[in-house]
């Protein structure tokens, strides 16, 4: 079964799944969400694995409290005033990623920025008491769905894919969280939800900036997506030979011979291996200095479907 009452033995069992990497989906006071300790890169690909997502988009990272939040994050005074007015609650920050605490780069599909929230829900954070990691955590629909506010939803789309899912009942607010950019002195709104914008403004004292739509509502206009992850160097995709000058992303066995940098994604050709690998990859053979990368071909099956999007939206003409 499952569907669990979120009872202690529930709670304990679903702590300790988290920590092996598997994936557990709770109630929020927003919506369910499908959680992975976020330190964990290949738990994090099971995420994008499980809700059929055609490419990587950012996911927020929930905490227990400001002070876990601090650790991940780069608070702005403005910041800080709104976790302190909002959290726990309905709240997600856009901020600086502190590199150093060790939340995997597909968390934040390889941004330097990364979003935070500190849930009000008791079951959630009886969840995070108990797994004792960050939880990434989107919601708990398969992509393309509306965002599932009963466990039953949850099942519905998901049931087959998570180690378990915990039933708090309906969720209040039925409305996803409201994202804020809180990195510079003005607050940018990028998703509306269940803290009102006029809230937001009585903190702040000013007016709440517009921003770029996360992709949640754009999901298909690749060219309008807000600073995704490229890397300097230019990329050859789909190359069966390394060219001077070329650093090599391999994938699977049978690698081509050269001297130039190599960085396999999966010797063993394991796409859920490769998604919780490829974003530091590219920054690490970007900082190997070559100026390109050849990038050998990966399946378009399961997660390689969202490798082979973000690979060529990396190798798309950009503008200077
Ligand atoms: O209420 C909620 O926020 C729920 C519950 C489970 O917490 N979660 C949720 O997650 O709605 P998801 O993945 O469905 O939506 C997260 C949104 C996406 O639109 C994503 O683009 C944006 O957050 N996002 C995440 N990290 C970001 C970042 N570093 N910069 C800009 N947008 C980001
Ligand atoms: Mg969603």
Redesign the pocket.
């Given at each position: 079964m499952t569907v669990r009452t979120a009872d202690a033995a529930a709670l304990d069992e679903a702590g300790r799944l988290i920590r092996d990497g598997a994936l557990v989906a709770f109630p929020?006071e927003?919506?369910?969400?499908i959680g992975a300790d976020a330190t964990n890169g290949r738990a994090v690909a099971g995420i994008f694995e499980a809700k059929g997502r055609p490419h990587f988009?950012?996911?927020?990272v929930?905490v227990p409290d400001l002070a876990a939040a601090e650790k991940i994050a780069e608070f702005t005074p403005l910041a800080r005033r709104l976790a302190v007015a909002f959290w726990p609650g309905?709240l997600?920050l856009?901020l600086e990623r502190r590199a150093e605490a060790g939340i995997s780069d597909l968390v934040?599909a390889g941004?330097t920025?990364?979003?935070v929230?500190v849930?009000a829900h008791p079951i959630a954070q009886q969840l995070l008491a108990a797994a004792g990691r960050p939880l990434a955590?989107?919601?708990a629909n398969r992509s393309g769905r509306v965002?599932p506010t009963r466990a039953e939803h949850v099942e519905e789309d998901l049931g087959q894919r998570v180690a378990m899912i915990l039933d708090g009942g309906a969720t209040a607010h039925g409305l996803?969280?409201t994202?804020v950019d809180g990195r510079g002195d003005a607050a940018i709104l990028?998703?509306s939800?269940a803290v009102a914008r006029e809230a937001i403004e009585a903190v702040v004292g000013a007016p709440l900036a517009r921003g770029p739509e996360?992709?949640?509502v754009h999901p298909t206009a690749p060219g309008q997506l807000?600073s995704h992850y490229a890397p300097n160097a230019m990329l050859r995709l789909n190359a069966r030979d390394v060219r001077p000058g070329e650093a090599l992303l391999a994938f699977g066995p049978d690698v081509p011979d050269t001297a130039n940098p190599v960085l396999n994604l999966s010797a063993g050709g394991d796409l859920v291996e490769a998604a919780a690998a490829l974003f530091a990859a590219l920054r690490a053979l970007d900082r190997t200095g070559t100026g390109a990368i050849a990038v050998m071909p990966i399946p378009e099956r399961g997660l390689g479907e969202a490798i082979n999007d973000r690979l060529r939206r990396a190798a798309a003409p950009r503008p200077a």
């Amino acid at each position: 079964m499952t569907v669990r009452t979120a009872d202690a033995a529930a709670l304990d069992e679903a702590g300790r799944l988290i920590r092996d990497g598997a994936l557990v989906a709770f109630p929020t006071e927003t919506v369910y969400g499908i959680g992975a300790d976020a330190t964990n890169g290949r738990a994090v690909a099971g995420i994008f694995e499980a809700k059929g997502r055609p490419h990587f988009n950012p996911l927020i990272v929930h905490v227990p409290d400001l002070a876990a939040a601090e650790k991940i994050a780069e608070f702005t005074p403005l910041a800080r005033r709104l976790a302190v007015a909002f959290w726990p609650g309905p709240l997600t920050l856009v901020l600086e990623r502190r590199a150093e605490a060790g939340i995997s780069d597909l968390v934040s599909a390889g941004l330097t920025s990364i979003a935070v929230r500190v849930p009000a829900h008791p079951i959630a954070q009886q969840l995070l008491a108990a797994a004792g990691r960050p939880l990434a955590a989107p919601s708990a629909n398969r992509s393309g769905r509306v965002s599932p506010t009963r466990a039953e939803h949850v099942e519905e789309d998901l049931g087959q894919r998570v180690a378990m899912i915990l039933d708090g009942g309906a969720t209040a607010h039925g409305l996803e969280s409201t994202i804020v950019d809180g990195r510079g002195d003005a607050a940018i709104l990028l998703r509306s939800g269940a803290v009102a914008r006029e809230a937001i403004e009585a903190v702040v004292g000013a007016p709440l900036a517009r921003g770029p739509e996360s992709d949640d509502v754009h999901p298909t206009a690749p060219g309008q997506l807000t600073s995704h992850y490229a890397p300097n160097a230019m990329l050859r995709l789909n190359a069966r030979d390394v060219r001077p000058g070329e650093a090599l992303l391999a994938f699977g066995p049978d690698v081509p011979d050269t001297a130039n940098p190599v960085l396999n994604l999966s010797a063993g050709g394991d796409l859920v291996e490769a998604a919780a690998a490829l974003f530091a990859a590219l920054r690490a053979l970007d900082r190997t200095g070559t100026g390109a990368i050849a990038v050998m071909p990966i399946p378009e099956r399961g997660l390689g479907e969202a490798i082979n999007d973000r690979l060529r939206r990396a190798a798309a003409p950009r503008p200077a």
